[in-house]
């Protein structure tokens, strides 16, 4: 009887210590208890965009509700999902200094291009962008410099030409939105992404959504990248796996972006 007893007692405290240190973690209004354990235990969470096309891995923040409208309203055909905690360093990023550091390594679309991704097709590692960078116009190729801000909260629309070794080269429309809690990126194509001079997705055909929370010395990354395609998909698990890919790889940039978004050190 004692030790069911004392079982019990331990069993209780496992459960109220576990509590204690999810209601102390600063991303705890983000992500429910669960997946925060998880996360903070190294694991990444991944999930394929259901039939009714509602993101399940969204933070809970102000932005969820219209990126579930945007979904809705394209109707996609296939889509996935990626979250993660990135480990910082020493300092912080979530005070104002750091939040526009972030922000602005963030825009700088170009640094982007030579990352790499697992090609599913290819069975190998292999850049994902072989040219990235910023356009005056649509209609433009000619690279202007990576946009900066000024201060946050703020908000930039911008251009980007982009190729990589999935969609080809096309030009793409950003909104950069950096609120006093996160930062998003909302991304999708202007021009119709071709395969073999097919046009297998129109243009607004293919979305991602990238945020980033800062919490302390680390920060939550969200992913999410949807598509809408006008020709049957063939290997549905070889696209999720595809666009999953591509989710990692982004995450690795941002990760490999926060360490240029430390903010100085005040001089001594």
């Known amino acids: 009887m004692r030790l069911s007893v004392v079982a019990i007692i ?32 190294g694991q990444v969470i991944k999930a394929e965009m259901p039939a009714n096309g509602a993101p399940t891995l969204l933070p809970m923040l102000d932005a969820a509700d219209p990126i579930r409208q945007d979904v809705r309203a394209l109707g996609p055909t296939v889509g996935a999902e990626l979250l993660a905690i990135l480990p ?111 046009p297998v997705v129109s243009p607004r055909g293919l979305v991602s959504h990238v945020i980033v929370i800062p919490a302390g010395t680390d920060a939550l990354f969200y992913g999410l990248v949807y598509m809408k395609s006008n020709v049957p998909l063939g290997d549905r698990n070889h696209r999720v796996q595809s666009l999953e890919n591509r989710l990692t790889a982004m995450a690795g940039w941002v990760n490999g972006r926060l360490a240029a978004a430390r903010p100085a050190a005040a001089p001594q």
């Open 88 to 198: 910082g360093g020493r300092a912080a990023l979530d005070t104002p200094q750091g939040f526009l550091a972030l922000s602005n390594a963030l825009l700088a679309v170009s640094t982007m291009k030579g990352i790499n991704y697992w090609s599913v097709s290819r069975g190998k590692e292999t850049p994902l962008f072989l040219q990235s960078f910023a356009v005056e116009s649509a209609q433009s190729t000619e690279p202007i410099a990576d946009p900066v801000l000024d201060a946050v909260p703020g908000q930039r629309d911008l251009l980007t030409l982009q190729e990589d070794n999935s969609f080809g080269k096309n030009t793409y429309a950003e909104r950069f939105t950096a609120t006093s809690a996160y930062v998003h990126v909302k991304t999708e194509n202007l021009s119709a992404i071709t395969f073999l001079l097919v």
């Open 10 to 41: 331990a069993g209780a405290l496992v459960v109220c210590s576990a509590a204690l240190a999810s209601a102390a973690d600063p991303l705890v209004s983000y992500v429910d208890a669960a997946s925060l354990a998880r996360l903070r235990s």
